[in-house]
């Protein structure tokens, strides 16, 4: 912004001083071209330090109530009395599970759609278009709305009753727009040299796809899965009528399975005394999406290290 | 097609139990009994059943949650064994069988700092109808009235409705809640709100230095002791239903759900033991 | 190869304008003319890369000893690898330098390991990378410099064992000395491919090619309007045109 402003600033003095009077009206003008700039990169720092005290506020609240619950045992032991003793060990196990579903199922046909849109459609053509319109629109829907499709489709016509799989399946549907789009903005970001490049090397659209362009859109579709990640762990009502509100350990993706984001909703709302365990699990929950984020950027650097090498 | 793969990876190793079916070897039962309905009853429903699990190692009790109309529907449909449903049975359920495990008091609740100590049956149904909008009109201190009420669909908002004789569309909320926490959350966080929650939660809370107070009602304290002796004026049972013949199972799930055995289970999670009164 | 009629529109808009042209075997021809005048355009219609970009129709006939190559019966795959192709800016792909080699390699049906390797050393030397990079065939072609980079996909193009050679500008976003090398291998692969080059230094357009043809636009179209042997390009043009351009007047 400074650069900009400053060229400007040439520019403006190069014109007045053809009129004669430049110096002095430059003068004013730099100097509140100046103060403008202050001023912005100030308002910037506003918002960046209300964001982040925003962010510190929650987690300290987060600490305060729930560091106390953290224990060795939190993070094996199934929950008792309604979630106020025990850990959340089930719950844990019961989300990673319901992720994998989702993500196993989500992330193929996401990339593949993703693909598709960017590589095998032109931009303005119906088909993208039309494809694009229901996944803005799916993206849109209200997550109960997917609970409620998967409490009929997958639980009731599919015959999965309350599961992980039936969860998990649900989640899919709902990060599958995220999904796409993001891949698909990555696959775009991939610059055209390498397309034209293998183009006029004789070789074939899919091999390109395969071995060229999808390796080089992998950090952007590492971008849409992290956010996919991001609102399934986060998610409370696909999943409340879907995989369900048991706690025990699951033995199979068709039994039912506590996520933690609806144990941390129960017990803060549900349960007389459930804050501190509340907490401790979303103190949990916001440390595993850290660490998801965190992993998949240094996945990233190391893909990109080892692919660039092979 | 992975949803194939994965039902051929994992469905060999679980789920091969039926819904409520039951069989008898050895005197003991067997199974799986999902249980939907209530969010209030689904904790305390998911101790009594992780305790009945324990008596019966070939049993599994699967409890799920949505509310009480879901509970009705889910049992009707056949999807659950049993239904929670924690207020009366309305004339047009008599198709179920209702079996209480638990009563819970319903009572007002207002901020600590709120110096109105009582509220007759017309100045509630004033405030709640939008016609009351000051407390000075009531006796407390002059400031706005902020109407805290629950979803629809909830019991509490039922059983509320159904004492002080109103309709839902005749009241003015402010603000509209879903379950007793958020309740109890809302009114400790606003001077001048008032709301109505689960007597069991709002005392609970209040003695861990929630800033509430528990309104009496006609000149009844709102005590746990109250609801137990059925004194206090508004409350409701935390039911089990069923529909139509109940198998084994489920009658010996109800049976001690309805026993001493759960008594304490009962009290921590703030309600008030069934002792034989209630609904049969 | 033979062009004639060749006519290219992107969308309704015309971009090149009946354009007849005979390209010798084993020489090199220079395009020259100012930018917009349709010479890239020309360059991406003998193999065939207009088919990537959308909206673009092209008109004519292109032979490839005798083979029309317009037309949907043409098999794209080997028309590319028969005619290779070289961008202003090099091209890599983001792996290592023998992959860059290999993957195409194997694209067009050679599996066989030593056979790749023996082809990959064969056209590194020939473009006299093979000293510079024969210890780091592992490490990423991005790191290479831009004059290697692009002797790189030269010598991918190569590998292909292609007839003809498209340059376009293959100098110009490189630095004088490497530049020079560029150019010096494009001088050697004369006698053995048949080259076309675009570029819009006339002085290396001098150097180097046996023909020239200049292209102009007019009116918004690109048209040829010039082609001779270099010697009379530059000293005898026919059109007032190319006089004014190669003496700097206009361009």
């Given amino acids: ?310 | 097609m992975w949803v194939v793969v994965f039902l051929f990876l994992f469905g060999a190793c679980g789920g091969t139990t039926e819904e409520g079916g039951a069989s008898k070897e050895g005197g003991g039962v067997s199974g799986k009994l999902v249980l939907t309905g209530s969010s209030t009853v689904a904790p305390l429903a998911g101790e009594i059943g992780r305790r009945f699990e324990e008596r019966h190692p070939g049993v599994r009790v699967d409890v799920q949650t949505g509310g009480s109309s879901r509970g009705i529907a889910d049992v009707r449909s056949g999807v659950a064994g049993i239904g929670m449903v924690s207020r009366w049975l309305k004339p047009e359920e008599s198709d179920l069988e209702a079996y209480t495990i638990a009563m819970d008091g319903v009572c007002l609740i207002v901020h600590r700092d709120n110096p109105v100590a009582r509220l007759t049956g017309e100045q509630v149904i004033g405030l709640y109808r939008g016609k009351i909008v000051d407390w000075k009109e009531v006796g407390g201190k002059p400031g706005p009235v902020t109407v805290v009420n629950k979803a629809e669909g909830r019991a509490t908002l039922e059983v509320f409705l159904g004492h002080f004789g109103l309709k839902s569309e005749e009241i003015e909320a402010d603000i509209i809640i879903g379950d007793n926490q958020q309740g109890i959350k809302t009114v400790s966080g606003n001077p001048g709100a008032i709301g109505y929650v689960s007597i069991g939660a709002a005392d609970f809370e209040a003695r861990r230095g929630a800033p509430l107070r528990l309104l009496p009602l006609d000149g009844v304290e709102a005590t746990v002791e109250n609801v137990a002796s059925g004194r206090f004026p508004m409350s409701r049972p935390l039911n089990l239903v069923t529909v139509g013949k109940v198998p084994a199972l489920a009658k010996k799930f109800i049976d001690f759900a309805r026993s001493k055995e759960v008594h304490d289970l009962v009290r921590k999670q703030t309600y008030v033991p069934y002792e034989g009164n209630g609904e049969k | 190869m033979e062009v004639s009629g060749l006519q290219v529109y992107y969308s309704s808009q015309q971009a090149l304008g009946r354009v007849t042209l005979p390209i010798r075997k084993e020489a090199i021809t220079a395009l020259v003319g100012p930018s917009g005048s349709g010479k890239t355009t020309f360059l991406l219609c003998l193999n065939r890369l207009t088919d990537l970009i959308p909206g673009c129709r092209v008109e004519g006939s292109i032979r490839l000893h005798g083979e029309e190559i317009l037309g949907h019966g043409c098999n794209l795959l080997r028309l590319r690898r028969r005619v290779g192709m070289i961008f202003q800016k090099p091209n890599p792909f983001p792996f290592s330098i023998r992959r860059n080699f290999t993957l195409p390699l194997r694209e067009h049906g050679m599996k066989d390991r030593q056979e790749q390797e023996a082809r990959l050393e064969q056209v590194l030397r020939a473009v006299g990378l093979w000293s510079e990079v024969k210890d780091r065939l592992h490490r990423p072609a991005p790191e290479l410099s831009g004059g290697q980079q692009q002797r790189l996909c030269i010598a991918r193009a190569l590998a292909l064992e292609p007839e003809v050679l498209l340059l376009d500008e293959p100098c110009s976003a490189l630095d004088p000395l490497s530049s020079g090398i560029v150019e010096d291998l494009i001088t050697s692969l004369r006698n053995r491919y048949t080259l076309v080059i675009v570029t819009h230094n006339l002085p290396q357009a001098r150097r180097i090619a046996d023909f020239a043809s200049l292209f102009w636009n007019v009116e918004g179209v690109g048209r040829l309007v010039e082609s001779a042997p270099i010697q009379s390009f530059f000293e005898a043009p026919t059109e007032k045109l190319t006089r004014d351009y190669v003496a700097g007047v206009r361009g």
């Fill in chain 1, 1 to 310: 912004m400074k650069r900009q402003s400053k060229t400007q600033n040439q520019a403006l003095s190069g014109w007045w001083a053809g009129t004669g009077q430049g110096n002095l009206v430059t003068g004013a003008r730099r100097q509140s071209s100046r103060w403008r700039d202050r001023l912005a990169a100030g308002l910037c720092w506003t918002v960046a330090a209300v964001l982040l005290a925003t962010f510190g506020w929650i987690l300290a609240d987060l600490l305060s109530e729930g560091l106390g619950r953290l224990s060795w045992d939190f993070f094996t032991k199934a929950p008792m009395d309604a979630g106020r003793a025990g850990g959340i060990g089930t719950v844990l196990v019961s989300t990673l599970l319901i992720l994998a579903v989702c993500l196993l199922v989500a992330a193929p046909l996401g990339i593949a759609t993703a693909a598709y849109l960017s590589e095998y459609t032109r931009r303005k053509s119906s088909v993208g278009r039309w494809i694009r319109g229901c996944l803005d629109l799916l993206a849109s829907v209200p997550s109960i709305v997917f609970g409620l499709f998967g409490a009929v489709f997958f639980c009731q016509m599919l015959g999965l009753g309350f599961s992980i799989l039936s969860g998990g399946l649900t989640l899919a549907c709902m990060v599958l727009p995220i999904l796409v789009r993001s891949s698909e903005t990555g696959f775009r970001m991939v610059s055209d040299d390498l397309r034209r490049g293998a183009a006029a090397l004789g070789m074939r659209q899919n091999t390109t796809m395969a071995f060229v362009i999808l390796p080089a859109a992998l950090p952007g579709i590492a971008v849409g899965l992290v956010l996919g990640i991001g609102r399934a762990l986060a998610e409370t009502a696909a999943l409340i009528f879907t995989s369900g509100y048991v706690t025990r350990m699951p033995a199979s993706l068709l039994d039912s399975g506590r996520s933690l984001s609806i144990h941390i909703y129960d017990l803060a709302m549900n349960v007389p005394g459930g804050e501190p365990t509340a907490s401790g699990t979303a103190l949990v929950l916001v440390v595993l999406l850290a660490a998801i984020n965190w992993g998949a950027a240094a996945a990233m650097d190391r893909w990109r290290g080892r692919w660039s090498r092979s």
